[in-house]
């Protein structure tokens, strides 16, 4: 089973850039396409991004296009979102998890989530 730790959040201002970590522990985890998702206080939880086992194929929400990357290092089993010109409204916590079956943009497509880590932009 993989378990999943996640790294990089911070406070930052409007128009700056963060890097999100999300270490795996487990040998199947280059095998797994892998998702962001982030919530904020008193909202559901929502897709961000997601990258396919090999990097090959990536998926965004559409109010991160432009701004957001993912990427993986399977090397070193760890999964990147670099978020760039921040916006308050992108403040929630961020979580990665591992893809099991069924829409790359549904939560319940997921498993393995991770602790989560705090993204808050000033304005």
């Known amino acids: 089973q993989v378990q999943l730790v996640e790294s990089g959040g911070g406070l930052v201002q409007a128009g700056g850039s963060l890097r999100l970590s999300c270490a795996a522990s487990g040998r199947t985890f280059s095998s797994y396409t892998m998702g962001w998702f982030r919530q904020a206080p008193g909202k559901e939880r929502e897709f961000v991004a997601a990258i396919s086992w090999n990097g090959g194929t990536l998926y965004y929400e559409d109010s991160v296009k432009g701004r957001f990357f993912i990427s993986r290092d399977n090397a070193k089993n760890t999964v990147y979102l670099h978020l760039n010109s921040l916006k308050p409204e992108d403040t929630a916590v961020y979580y990665c998890?591992?893809?099991?079956?069924?829409?790359?943009?549904?939560?319940?497509?997921?498993?393995?989530w991770g602790q989560g880590t705090q993204v808050t932009v000033s304005s």
């Open positions: 998890a591992q893809h099991i079956s069924g829409s790359y943009y549904l939560t319940q497509a997921y498993n393995n």
